[in-house]
């Protein structure tokens, strides 16, 4: 089993950043791929960004593109989201996921229900 735990949310003005973590323990040689997605109030979970362990391959969603930055750092376990130029838009619950599945399609990453361990999630509110 992996467990992942997010921290960094918080409020902020639209225009700010913020930096998201989140730290794999448990199986964490097991992961290949990890990503982040979000849910608004209301609305289905979204796709934000996917990378593989190796960060050879890293994948966005059109909305987050140019403004979102994945990163992560493999001797700690641990991925990071840093969030420049937010937008009301952006305001959601963000969760961290991990897939220990190989795939050779960047849609498949994209997909939460391939994703098979979940943090509890950190809300970002961006106001205007």
């Known amino acids: 089993q992996v467990q992942l735990v997010e921290s960094g949310g918080g409020l902020v003005q639209a225009g700010g950043s913020l930096r998201l973590s989140c730290a794999a323990s448990?199986?964490?040689?097991?992961?290949?791929?990890m990503g982040w997605f979000r849910q608004a109030p209301g609305k289905e979970r979204e796709f934000v960004v996917a990378?593989?362990?190796?960060?050879?391959?890293?994948y966005y969603a059109d909305s987050v593109k140019g403004r979102f930055t994945i990163s992560r750092d493999n001797a700690k376990n641990t991925v990071y989201l840093q969030m420049n130029s937010l937008k009301p838009e952006d305001t959601a619950i963000y969760y961290c996921?991990?897939?220990?599945?190989?795939?050779?399609?960047?849609?498949?990453?994209?997909?939460?229900?391939?994703?098979?361990?979940w943090g509890q999630g950190t809300q970002v509110t961006v106001s205007s």
């Open positions: 990378t593989t362990k190796s960060g050879g391959r890293t």
């Open positions: 448990g199986r964490t040689f097991s992961i290949y791929a």
């Open positions: 996921a991990a897939d220990p599945t190989y795939s050779s399609s960047g849609d498949y990453y994209t997909q939460a229900e391939h994703f098979g361990s």
